[in-house]
């Protein structure tokens, strides 16, 4: 390749494109102001999307050896404007992803085009196609029916953990309040925990309030703004509060100080401030009471007939920590968070909140195929009933605890009665709100499912997960045109979210759009490290047509799921599905029970798949009595 006709790489991820000849950066056809250095920076970290670039590469890549600058200073700076002309933040990255004292990896999916120079029939076949990308663990279940063109309506999508903002939400007419992220002003990074500990206490508080009439903004969506230096009118209107309550935390001497300030979004004016001061020393008894009377206060403020007081929250340091570190990664990582919460009850056993916190860690585990559901919902029952012998008024702990009776007893009266407890007791929790959304839906009770997630996505607007799970239900719905809207918005806000992928591809085979289906099947495959496997289905695509591109996604996908049993925990009921979809009435009827010993999430939407995925082997006795078991209400 002569210098006068050079090979041109463009790069295309989410809105933005990067064009590695002349440096330029655009979102939406409109050029981005950045550096060189960071431009050079983020075309090393797209030419290689999903895997590990050490700073040590970078450096060589970047700044020779004869490069006279202090390196780690100016990588540091080099991201920090990255993340600037991205609209991204290393808490929650949806581009850059930081691996501590490692270097960084990009993690969205990543389009790469090739132009002039060699044909591309030339090039390597990866530099043609969505490139490859391997998502780490953090809040999500494993999608492991990537590569179906026609998706389980209601499969383990129902447990999927990508939350998203919705764009046609219901909202009730309801005062909506968001609580920013504390700021840390001791000067101490190893205090943050103390500053995101406060910001979850004043959430948690606010929320027990319990008022119709006042709703609080979740913590995964209020965090997303830590350090984020937009305003109050642009925070208020992306989150859709009337009102933002802004916060910080300093050290002065033997003295913490705590402020607090409640705006009003409409004319960005004050409506309320104070200041708290304690003497230093356990920080939790700092947090709960701070946040109790801040709770109180902003009530008061807002609703002044109502003036009812919530209840001091007892908690601890450890919990704290190990909520902060709880985006689990690995077993070994989920086993370090079992050991912080170890420590921490161990140190008060009479605190509720830990064994809370623990049922939820042992439900994730089992979600993300780290531990086997029948030992992890069984661990999970049991803290969670603890937690409610302790503070009955606790709605985590009712949350999990009907999470447990339905996976392991199918019990569904009792479930039904702990979400109901849940919701009373924190009407503005969302994670109840979308439990009790899958709860109805796997009833079949579509309407009332969907006005509850919709609740979900008003209180945590940021979160991928409710609209990911609300797309589910509006595909099971069969209202396509909302489910397209919702899942479109999902991977705006996430656009690794290999479900909404998956769940777009079954609308569009439905819909007998048939290349955009490819299109997704194939995304959602690179998402998954299936990179050969993505080229294959996409050249059956283009050769045979799309019966047999989907024919050969469900045998390569039938062998992904059967090799990775070999060595970590696999939904059975996702073999089975698989089994069924390929027309094998026996294999499938021999995983459901396998599913069923082992307390599968997903057997519970057997009822609904019957009439669809499992419609040629339901008159099968074995089916028949895995359904009674299942004990579904009338």
């Known amino acids: 390749m002569s210098t006068s006709?050079?090979?041109?790489?463009?790069?295309?991820?989410?809105?933005?494109?990067v064009d590695s000849r002349t440096g330029e950066l655009r979102k939406n056809g409109m050029r981005i102001r950045c550096q060189e250095q960071p431009i050079q920076v983020l075309v090393a970290l797209l030419e290689r999307p999903g895997e590990l670039l050490t700073r040590e590469e970078l450096r060589q890549r970047v700044w020779p050896e004869d490069t006279f600058v202090d390196f780690d200073h100016a990588l540091n700076t080099a991201v920090k404007k990255i993340r600037a002309a991205l609209?991204?933040?290393?808490?929650?990255?949806?581009?850059?992803e930081t691996v501590p004292r490692r270097g960084y990896r990009f993690i969205s999916p990543v389009q790469t085009e090739m132009t002039p120079g060699r044909t591309s029939e030339e090039l390597p076949a990866e530099k043609l196609v969505v490139a490859e990308t391997h998502r780490p663990l953090i809040n999500q279940r494993v999608v492991l029916l990537a590569a179906t063109l026609i998706a389980i309506v209601g499969g383990g999508y129902y447990w999927s953990?990508?939350?998203?903002?919705a764009s046609d939400t219901n909202a009730p007419n309801r005062t909506m309040v968001a609580v920013l992220p504390f700021e840390n002003m001791?000067?101490?990074?190893?205090?943050?925990?103390?500053?995101?500990?406060?910001?979850?206490?004043?959430?948690?508080?606010?929320?027990?309030?319990?008022?119709?009439?006042?709703?609080?903004?979740?913590?995964?969506?209020?965090?997303?703004?830590?350090?984020?230096?937009?305003?109050?009118r642009e925070i208020g209107h992306e989150l859709n509060s009337d009102y933002l309550l802004e916060g910080s935390i300093r050290r002065e001497g033997p003295r913490v100080r705590v402020v607090a300030q409640l705006i009003r979004v409409a004319d960005q004016s004050p409506r309320w401030s104070h200041q708290f001061d304690y003497e230093f020393g356990e920080p939790l008894y700092i947090e709960t009471d701070a946040a109790t009377e801040i709770a109180n206060m902003v009530h008061a403020e807002l609703e002044p007939a109502t003036r009812r007081r919530v209840q001091k929250a007892d908690s601890m340091d450890f919990y704290l920590r190990g909520l902060a570190e709880s985006n689990v990664h690995t077993a070994e990582g989920l086993d370090r968070i079992f050991q912080a919460f170890d420590e921490g009850m161990k140190k008060d056993p009479n605190c509720a909140p830990p064994f809370a916190a623990l049922a939820r860690l042992y439900e994730r585990g089992a979600n993300l195929g780290l531990l086997k559901p029948t030992d992890?919902?069984?661990?999970?029952?049991?803290?969670?009933?603890?937690?409610?012998?302790?503070?009955?008024?606790?709605?985590?702990?009712h949350i999990y605890l009907a999470d447990a009776l339905l996976t392991v007893d199918f019990d569904w009266a009792r479930a039904q009665a702990e979400i109901q407890k849940a919701l009373t007791l924190n009407v503005n929790d969302p994670n109840a709100h979308e439990w009790n959304g899958i709860f109805l839906s796997l009833q079949g009770r579509f309407d009332q499912s969907i006005r509850e997630l919709r609740t979900a996505v008003e209180l945590d607007p940021l979160n991928a997960e409710y609209l990911v799970t609300l797309g589910s239900v509006l595909v099971a719905a069969e209202r396509p045109v909302e489910a397209e809207a919702s899942l479109k918005a999902a991977i705006g806000l996430d656009p690794a979210s290999d479900s909404a992928h998956c769940l777009l591809a079954e609308l569009y085979a439905r819909d007998k759009r048939y290349a955009e289906a490819i299109n997704e099947t194939t995304t959602a495959l690179f998402l998954?490290?299936?990179?050969?496997?993505?080229?294959?289905i996409k050249a059956a695509y283009e050769k045979s047509g799309y019966e047999a591109a989907r024919q050969m996604a469900l045998q390569e996908q039938l062998n992904y799921l059967l090799n990775q049993r070999e060595k970590h925990f696999v939904s059975a009921f996702d073999i089975a599905a698989q089994y069924a979809k390929l027309g094998d009435r026996q294999r499938s009827l021999a995983w459901l029970q396998t599913a069923y010993q082992q307390r599968d999430v997903g057997l519970l939407c057997?009822?609904?798949?019957?009439?669809?995925?499992?419609?040629f082997e339901r008159d099968a006795p074995e089916f028949q009595a895995i359904l009674r078991d299942l004990h579904y209400p009338q």
Do not use: C, W
Request: charged share 25%.
């Open 606 to 615: 057997l009822r609904h798949a019957q009439n669809d995925l499992f419609a």
């Open 5 to 17: 006709n050079p090979l041109r790489a463009i790069f295309r991820f989410g809105a933005y494109e």
């Open 186 to 232: 001791t000067n101490d990074p190893s205090q943050e925990y103390f500053s995101d500990g406060m910001t979850e206490e004043t959430i948690s508080q606010l929320g027990r309030l319990n008022s119709q009439n006042l709703g609080v903004i979740a913590r995964t969506s209020a965090m997303k703004y830590k350090h984020s230096g937009k305003g109050a």
């Open 528 to 536: 998954h490290g299936q990179r050969e496997q993505a080229l294959k």
């Open 376 to 397: 992890a919902y069984a661990k999970a029952r049991v803290a969670a009933e603890k937690a409610i012998e302790i503070d009955p008024a606790n709605p985590e702990a």
């Open 161 to 165: 953990n990508h939350r998203a903002r």
């Open 87 to 96: 609209n991204d933040e290393a808490d929650s990255p949806r581009y850059l």
